[in-house]
């Protein structure tokens, strides 16, 4: 739980900040007490990570990073409204279950010290999260690429029901779902081929190319959504709900209305339900803005891209360019973040290398 309250953060905001802050310190721990606002399946958790992202302004009491366990007294856990919808028939994938995002109450709640991975290092603050969450990307990025796999899938086959797959223009068209999963599982294969092992003993997929096919998904994926929708038409939208299909009044109907190139009109109906949930849905659409805003959004991913040590102008890349160009290596101060961020960052061969 990283997330600080969207409160005044204006020049001039004036309130007191309901943001989880140190009020107490001793000898056994730190006693905080605020908000943390967003946490997805914390209802579920044992344990909770307490973080936070820098941002200008940020006071050092605010700066906490530790772990406590949910039942901790002081500890109130306060979902919002779910989104699961019991008709499984109809609703095939918001019948699954739901995240569940929520937010944490801490009361004046003791951490003790050896719950505690750091505290008021406003400069510290900015390098953690990217890099603890490093590991946490990649799976994201998979997840990325198993969804680009699942909308080709989707394209493909209503294309094919609807007897349009043949059609040159729509083939054009499909080709762009191709490219997406392409791209995007690319990817995960190229950030597992230049992974290396930190000085912890941890794999690690290479950041870099983690968060490019993540910016990269995150660009197109709205694009993507509205295509595949635009070919599928008002398939999407309307179709026989189960009761009805089994109306025989109705199905007499309704069933040359669905009936298509290949395949029966079922299944047309159970495609037109999984993209209706996925992408037409308050199920869905809580999908899309988590994955606009799961442990960083585009801008910020660009951002901390360029967080990276070796992204300077006495770069490697910056270096090749020079040389090339008969310049002699530019005198940039390059480290200036600690050795253990650098080590994280790049295996010790790419770190050091000379183009």
């Given at each position: 739980?990283?997330i600080?309250?969207?409160?005044d953060?204006?020049?001039?905001?004036?309130?007191?900040?309901?943001?989880?802050?140190?009020?107490?310190?001793?000898?056994?721990?730190?006693?905080?007490?605020?908000v943390?606002?967003?946490?997805?399946?914390?209802?579920?958790?044992?344990?909770?990570?307490?973080?936070?992202f820098?941002?200008?302004?940020?006071?050092?009491d605010?700066?906490?990073?530790?772990?406590?366990p949910?039942?901790?007294?002081?500890?109130?856990?306060?979902?919002?409204?779910?989104?699961?919808?019991?008709?499984?028939?109809?609703?095939?994938?918001a019948?699954?279950?739901?995240?569940?995002?929520c937010?944490?109450?801490?009361?004046?709640?003791?951490?003790?010290?050896?719950?505690?991975?750091?505290?008021?290092?406003?400069?510290?603050?900015?390098?953690?999260?990217?890099?603890?969450?490093d590991?946490h990307?990649?799976?994201?990025?998979?997840?990325?690429?198993?969804?680009?796999?699942?909308?080709l899938?989707?394209?493909m086959?209503?294309?094919?029901?609807?007897?349009?797959?043949?059609?040159?223009?729509?083939?054009?068209?499909?080709a762009?779902?191709?490219e997406?999963?392409?791209?995007?599982?690319?990817?995960?294969?190229?950030?597992?081929?230049?992974?290396?092992?930190?000085?912890?003993?941890?794999?690690?997929?290479?950041?870099?190319?983690?968060?490019?096919?993540?910016?990269?998904?995150?660009?197109?994926?709205?694009?993507?959504?509205?295509?595949?929708l635009?070919?599928c038409g008002?398939?999407a939208?309307?179709?026989?709900?189960?009761?009805?299909?089994?109306?025989?009044?109705l199905?007499?109907?309704?069933?040359?209305?669905?009936?298509?190139?290949?395949?029966?009109?079922?299944?047309?109906?159970?495609?037109?339900?999984?993209?209706?949930?996925?992408?037409?849905?308050e199920w869905?659409?809580?999908?899309?803005m988590f994955?606009?805003?799961?442990?960083?959004?585009?801008?910020?991913?660009?951002?901390?891209?360029?967080?990276?040590?070796?992204?300077?102008?006495?770069?490697?890349?910056?270096?090749?360019?020079?040389?090339?160009?008969?310049?002699?290596?530019?005198?940039?101060?390059?480290?200036?973040?600690?050795?253990?961020?650098?080590?994280?960052?790049?295996?010790?061969?790419?770190?050091?290398a000379t183009?």
């Amino acid at each position: 739980m990283f997330i600080d309250p969207q409160t005044d953060r204006s020049e001039h905001g004036s309130a007191a900040s309901p943001a989880l802050t140190i009020v107490d310190e001793n000898d056994e721990g730190i006693l905080v007490r605020g908000v943390k606002p967003v946490g997805t399946s914390a209802a579920f958790a044992q344990w909770l990570h307490l973080g936070v992202f820098f941002r200008p302004g940020l006071p050092p009491d605010q700066v906490i990073f530790g772990v406590i366990p949910t039942n901790t007294p002081g500890v109130t856990i306060v979902a919002r409204e779910a989104y699961v919808n019991d008709d499984a028939a109809n609703h095939p994938l918001a019948a699954m279950g739901d995240e569940l995002d929520c937010a944490a109450i801490i009361e004046d709640v003791l951490i003790p010290w050896d719950c505690v991975f750091h505290v008021r290092n406003v400069e510290h603050a900015v390098l953690y999260p990217i890099r603890v969450f490093d590991w946490h990307q990649y799976y994201i990025l998979v997840r990325a690429a198993v969804r680009a796999e699942l909308m080709l899938g989707l394209a493909m086959a209503m294309a094919d029901s609807l007897g349009t797959f043949q059609i040159p223009e729509v083939k054009v068209r499909l080709a762009k779902f191709i490219e997406f999963h392409s791209i995007l599982r690319a990817s995960v294969v190229a950030s597992e081929e230049f992974g290396f092992i930190t000085p912890g003993g941890q794999f690690k997929p290479d950041p870099q190319t983690v968060d490019t096919g993540r910016a990269y998904y995150l660009e197109h994926y709205p694009a993507m959504i509205q295509e595949l929708l635009d070919l599928c038409g008002r398939v999407a939208l309307m179709y026989p709900s189960e009761g009805q299909w089994h109306d025989e009044k109705l199905r007499k109907w309704m069933e040359p209305t669905v009936t298509g190139a290949h395949g029966n009109g079922y299944d047309r109906i159970k495609m037109a339900r999984v993209i209706h949930d996925l992408f037409l849905t308050e199920w869905g659409t809580r999908q899309q803005m988590f994955d606009n805003f799961q442990a960083t959004p585009l801008r910020m991913i660009r951002f901390l891209n360029m967080m990276r040590w070796y992204q300077t102008p006495a770069g490697e890349a910056v270096d090749f360019a020079r040389q090339l160009c008969g310049i002699e290596a530019a005198d940039t101060e390059t480290d200036a973040q600690p050795d253990y961020i650098k080590r994280i960052d790049r295996p010790a061969n790419l770190a050091s290398a000379t183009p």
